[in-house]
């Protein structure tokens, strides 16, 4: 077995060594057994000059390099370092091949052993990280990572992960690391040998596993914690009236912990809301830490009664820092034990059946098998089975669809269901007080598709703004080119060994009884068909929109209207494709369910693996069926929903979908949820407009006689926080074009970036000009030492931005649509919040006219009664981005004068809390800024 690795980091003038780019400096740090027990590093000459960016990246100039030795004087001595070792690097392949390169090219051999890759290791051993960059590693690992991009520092920080991966490797049970050694054939590194070695000395030795791990059914999980039944030995709880008695409770618990008055005014709402069955809605501002607020009553609440009560949330980091922070702290303050649970759609969790099936398959591209052994590591660590924990590449995420948890016809072996994820997180909720889920799963028991939820008849709504928007969407239609186009290319044409190709090679291995009605010819031809179509039918709903946006110069991505009552020849051509589309459909489903049947019938028994070949052409026939249905619904049933055609111009063939929703789900959600409840309580620190839940009410059909209604403000001093500045030298937004406002606002966020040192968040309405501020702020140069952030152009999720944000000293933060909300950048990360206009929604956007229309058809005003309380309640969320906690300080700059300048932009002023407004030219702003900050 080797036992000694050599982990190398190298800086170079490029990625191309074949197009001359060089080596700037080398790094090696040698490993033997288990030690590191010598260092190298050397600044190389590259005989040319560094370029710019590679400067900036590395520190490096050419000064620093010029009497450094040629790589030619050191190659004998890189030679000496790798003899008898396992080659190592972050992202192996490009260090080993530029190495390769100056070795062969200085007359040495080159090297020729075995290599290992630390990303490929760190994505196989820790499953769930949130990214495998170095730098992300070594903060997960908090090793000390003080120049990144110099390869001194960067090999150093890279050995000491390998050794950490090392060891946690070793520490794998033996049937995970035999299942990971027949994976890891086709990785880019040597893992393979590396286990083999490490197996052979294990096999030596008597295996003592983890009590946490249990070899299940050839594969080693997590056990599952015992289930104990709470038992509070009979005693009453009675829940804490008084604020003495909620505060002796809480110290009780904790020393100093800051219980707030506004936080004891919202747990005894919740709790009288629950107590005499009244729907409530509560506005809590930020700090006045609403997850506890509700979470103590309700606890008491369940107690009592022996009731389960949900808590819904919107996103998914709220149902964490629940879990993660609140569940903790409320479990050290109650005198008693409280069962919690999450719970999410079917879904989301692994079948552990299906994923045993896959590890006998062979023919696995790079992206599935390591995917595979991404899941093999997880199943030791992970207690709920939800891919959310997961960070699968675009390839694994396909591969998810063949594992994920569905309503199954063959899978019914007891044994795995005792182990099952979903069944366990449906039994949990059985038995649970509280039960954390989404809005999404909270409705779907209204659609009665049997829901994983309970019986229930009291819930909290968390980030309760956000009902109304994803009741339309789940009482809608969505159909997306990229997603149909994937689904029907599951299926395959018989050549590429797909589904076709399992079913037709399952009938061949049938001796036939009867013979076939359909012959295969007819279902291939059905195939071809069904391809054609599906691209003809996608073109002409892009024909569609483009022939409604011809006076539309300039603009790349649109929403288009869509109705049947058009009378233009683009529409009438689209509803036939979509009429020849759904027949074909009907065929196709028919012709492969045929097939089942008969195998069915003439099969005596299937082996496991045609079960699940059999299960999976299950799984695609269901999803025909949700396609045909939502090309009825959307193009040739007459339905009073609002359609429209989402689009980008630049590439139709990626970005064309088509959405059905309708425009009002009050009716729905008081018929079908609230008159059905006996208490919801909706919650968030944006549901008032002017002081008034009129607005929120009407949209999600509750009743303003019967409804409790309490607005808790913030605790924080925002008078004392925050400066609101309104710059008087920008033209208003309505009077020029894009291009001129966006010239004039970019200039301003240069000169406040330089006078706040960046720490900037810049909220759009739009995409369009968030792209032409950003192009044309890095055009002028000014802020070449900032770092730019910016949704749709960098790449990376929300979170991801923010956090990347965090790490600089001085950036700029530009987001649209979801940066408006749910972005916490505490302290002095964030010190300026810009809006660059009021937010809004375009009047021509399709759901935005029709809710206009609906309102104008009864008589109402729909400005007042739509237009206006929408972009207010948005407003308030971005408002909401710069504070959060009592020691924040900032300043929030509006660049859309019609704040000050129109009527209406006293109902945006009067709806955020009272603080200092200064209006004046920029540059005496930028003094106020200055002396503020």
Known sequence: ????????????????????????????????????????????????????????????????????????????????????????????????????????????????????????????????????????????????????????????????????????????????????????????????????????????????????????????????????????????????????????????????????????????????????????????????????????????????????????????????????????????????????????????????????????????????????????????????????????????????????????????????????????????????????????????????????????????????????????????????????????SQFGVYEQKLLFHDLERLIASIPKKTEMVTPVTKLNQLNVDLAFETDEFFQLIALFAKSKLTNKKGINRAKVRFSLQDEAKEKKALVHSAERFAFLLKDFHSVILERLEWINRESDTLTRSQENKMEEIQSFLNELTELRNTVIYSFIKHTSDVKWIEIDIRSPQNVTTFIAQPASVADQLREQFFQLKKAVVLTSATLTVNKSFDYIMKEIGLDPVSTIQLTIPSPFQYNQQVQLLIPEDIPEINTVSLEDYVISITEHIITIAEATKGRMLLLFTAYDMLKKTYELIKESGFLHDYAMIAQGITSGSRTRLTRNFQRYEKALLLGTSSFWEGVDIPGEDLSCLVIVRLPFSPPDEPLTEAKCQLIEKRGGNAFSEYSLPEAVLRFKQGFGRLIRTENDRGIIVVFDKRIVTTKYGKAFLKSIPNVPIKKGRMDDLVEIIDSWL
Request: hydrophobic content about 40%; proline content about 3%; glycine content about 6%.
């Open 1 to 488: 077995m080797i036992n000694k690795f050599v982990v190398i980091d190298l800086e170079t003038t490029g990625n191309l060594p074949k197009k001359g780019d060089k080596i700037i400096q080398f790094a090696a740090v040698v490993i033997e057994d288990g030690k590191i027990t010598e260092k190298f590093s050397s600044l190389i000459n590259p005989n040319k000059s560094i370029p710019i960016f590679i400067e900036e990246l590395t520190g490096l100039n050419d000064d620093m390099v010029k009497d450094a030795p040629l790589f030619s004087e050191i190659a004998e001595k890189v030679m000496t370092l790798l003899d008898g070792a396992y080659f190592v690097a972050h992202n192996v392949l490009f260090d080993l091949s530029f190495l390769q390169d100056e070795l062969i090219q200085s007359g040495q051999e080159g090297f020729f052993g075995p290599v290992l890759d630390t990303v490929e290791m760190a994505r196989i051993l820790y499953p769930t990280a949130d990214g495998y960059k170095l730098s992300d590693l070594a903060e997960k690992e908090n090793l000390n990572h003080d120049r990144p991009h110099q390869a001194d520092s960067d090999a150093q920080v890279t050995a000491e992960l390998f050794l950490i991966l090392l060891d946690r490797l070793t520490s794998l049970p033996i049937v995970t690391l035999k299942q990971l050694s027949h994976l890891s054939g086709g990785l880019k590194s040597d893992l393979q040998q590396f286990i083999d070695d490490l197996l052979v000395n294990k096999e030596d030795t008597l295996e003592q596993l983890s009590e946490s791990i249990e070899i299940f059914k050839g594969i080693a999980i997590k056990r599952p914690a015992e289930q104990t039944a709470t038992t509070n030995s009979g005693k009453e709880y009675q829940f804490p009236a008084s604020e003495v008695e909620k505060t002796s409770l809480v110290n009780h618990a904790f020393e100093a912990f800051e219980m707030r008055s506004g936080q004891f005014t919202m747990m005894d709402t919740v709790y009288q809301s629950f107590q005499t069955e009244k729907h409530t809605l509560i506005e809590a501002g930020t700090g006045v830490g609403k997850s506890l607020g509700y979470l103590l009553p309700i606890a008491y609440f369940s107690r009592q009664k022996g009731l389960h009560i949900v808590v819904s949330t919107h996103t998914i980091q709220l149902q964490e820092q629940i879990l993660k922070n609140e569940i903790p702290l409320l479990a050290k303050i109650l005198p008693f034990k409280l069962n919690t649970v999450l719970l999410k759609g079917r879904n989301h969790y692994i079948s552990l059946e299906k994923f045993s099936r896959t590890l006998s398959d062979d023919n696995d591209n790079y992206d599935t098998g390591l995917t595979k052994m991404q899941i093999l590591v997880w199943l030791i660590e992970t207690e709920t089975g939800d891919r959310d924990e997961l960070n699968l590449s675009s390839g694994g995420q396909l591969f998810w669809n063949k594992i994920k948890n569905e309503a199954a016809l063959f899978l019914q072996n007891q044994a795995w269901q005792e182990r099952d994820f979903y069944l366990n997180a449906k039994r949990k909720a059985q038995s649970a007080d509280i039960i954390i889920t989404n809005h999404s799963l909270l409705l779907s028991d209204i659609k009665g598709e049997g829901t994983i939820l309970p019986d229930y008849s009291f819930a909290i709504i968390d980030e309760g703004h956000q009902f109304e928007k994803v009741a339309s969407q789940f009482f809608g239609h969505t159909l997306d080119y990229l997603a149909t186009r994937l689904l029907l």
